[in-house]
C-alpha cells in the first residue's frame, strides 16, 4: 500500500525511484536474454535448447559474481543492488523456460537430452556460481 500510495500521489521518493531503475534493468535484462539466446541458439542450431541453456550458466554466474561484489566487497552501493541484480539479471536468466524447454523435449520422446539440460544447467549453473562468486571475491 504505502509504494502504491506514494507513488500515485506524484511524489518520486527513494521507493519509486528504486521501482522505475528495477523497471529499466529489467527490460535490459529481456532484451539481452532474446538476444544472446536467439544467437547462440542460431549459432548452435539442433533440437537442443543451448540459447537458454548458456543464458542459465551465464547468468548464474553474473549472478555470483555481482553478489561477491555487493556483499563480500560493498563495491555495489545499494541503489544498484536491486536493479542490477533482481532487475537485469532477474530477467536475463530463464529457468522457467528451462522448464518448459525441459518438458517440450519430454513431449518429443527425447529424455536424454532432456535430463542433461535439466542436470546439466543445475550442475553447470552451480558451478558458474561458485565460479562468479571466487571471481568476485579475488577482485581487488
Do not use: K
Amino acid at each position: 500500500y504505502q509504494v502504491a500510495h506514494t507513488c500515485r500521489c506524484g511524489r518520486c521518493d527513494d521507493t519509486c525511484m528504486t521501482l522505475l531503475f528495477l523497471a529499466v534493468g529489467g527490460a535490459f535484462g529481456a532484451v539481452s536474454r532474446y538476444l544472446v539466446q536467439g544467437w547462440v541458439q542460431d549459432l548452435a542450431g539442433g533440437r537442443f535448447p543451448w540459447g537458454t541453456f548458456v543464458v542459465n550458466i551465464s547468468g548464474s554466474f553474473a549472478l555470483g559474481l555481482l553478489f561477491a561484489l555487493a556483499m563480500d566487497r560493498a563495491i555495489l552501493s545499494p541503489d544498484i543492488r536491486v536493479p542490477l541484480m533482481v532487475g537485469f539479471i532477474g530477467s536475463y536468466t530463464t529457468f522457467s523456460t528451462l522448464m518448459l524447454e525441459s518438458w517440450t523435449l519430454v513431449e518429443e520422446g527425447d529424455i536424454a537430452h532432456m535430463l542433461f539440460n535439466l542436470v546439466g544447467s543445475v550442475a553447470i549453473g552451480m558451478i558458474a556460481v561458485v565460479a562468479g562468486l571466487a571471481v568476485g571475491r579475488l577482485l581487488p
